[in-house]
Each structure stands twice: as structure tokens, then as C-alpha cells.
């Protein structure tokens, strides 16, 4: 059974941060073949896409919401992802999720980007709950 599993999540201190890991298994496929990355939904919000990384190309993506603040990597061996935030905010409080998608079907342009948000996702890990507050 494909799973992701997204750990990190908890109470971060306003101006603190955020560390969110994500790490697949059941996969018969090489993990690189996924484009992987992050959605978040604060409540009575809309789910918004964070960031995303592909492994071949390299591509990688941040919503206006973190531009700046946000880093994210990857290390296929260990088929992980890793989103830091840094600097956080009362408005980066929301439930994170990881997510990801098959490569092989994001034709035309870079695999990780602005649309990659807007796409169907394959996989979905559930959420963790990120809480801001001093």
C-alpha cells in the first residue's frame, strides 16, 4: 500500500521554525519519479499549495505565502521530503499536507511549479496540524 507520511507538525513559537517531513513507502516505482510537496488549510481557508520539488530537474516551487521563508529538499535513497518555514507567522497556523505526483504525468514546462498545485494529486499524506502561538 502506497503511503505518505507527514511528521513534524506542533506549537511554533511566532518567529520560530517549521520542519515538515514527509517519507514514502509502498512504492513499487523509484521515488524519484514523484513530484513532491506541500499543501496547508487554515480553517474556513481554501487548501493552498506551498512549495513542491522534482528530483531530475531539480525544480523546485514556493507560494507567495512562504517566498523567502521557505526551504525544501529531498533525498530520494531515504524517499523522503523535508519543507523548513522559517520565521512564522499567526497566518502560517493550518493543517499541512504532503502530497505528491507522478512525473510521467505533467507534460509541458517544469514539473514543479505553479500549476503543479492545481493538479490532481496521486498520493496524499494526512495532515499534521501546525499551531503558532507563544
Known amino acids: 500500500e502506497v503511503q505518505l507520511q507527514a511528521s513534524g507538525g506542533g506549537l511554533v513559537q511566532p518567529g520560530g521554525s517549521l520542519s515538515l517531513s514527509c517519507t514514502a513507502s509502498g512504492f513499487s516505482f523509484d521515488f524519484d519519479r514523484l513530484v513532491v510537496g506541500w499543501f496547508r488549510q487554515a480553517p474556513g481557508q481554501e487548501r493552498e499549495a506551498i512549495s513542491c520539488?522534482?528530483?531530475?530537474?531539480?525544480?523546485?516551487y514556493f507560494s507567495n505565502s512562504i517566498q523567502g521563508r521557505g526551504t525544501i529538499s529531498r533525498d530520494d535513497a531515504r524517499k523522503s521530503v523535508r519543507l523548513v518555514v522559517d520565521n512564522l507567522e499567526p497566518e502560517d497556523a493550518a493543517v499541512y499536507f504532503c502530497?505528491?505526483?507522478?512525473?510521467?504525468?505533467?507534460?509541458?514546462?517544469?514539473?514543479?511549479?505553479?500549476?503543479?498545485?492545481?493538479?490532481?494529486?496521486?498520493?496524499w499524506g494526512k495532515g499534521t496540524l501546525v499551531t503558532v502561538s507563544s
Open positions: 520539488v522534482s528530483s531530475g530537474e531539480g525544480s523546485t
Open positions: 502530497a505528491a505526483r507522478d512525473i510521467l504525468s505533467i507534460l509541458g514546462g517544469p514539473a514543479c511549479g505553479a500549476r503543479w498545485g492545481h493538479l490532481p494529486m496521486d498520493y
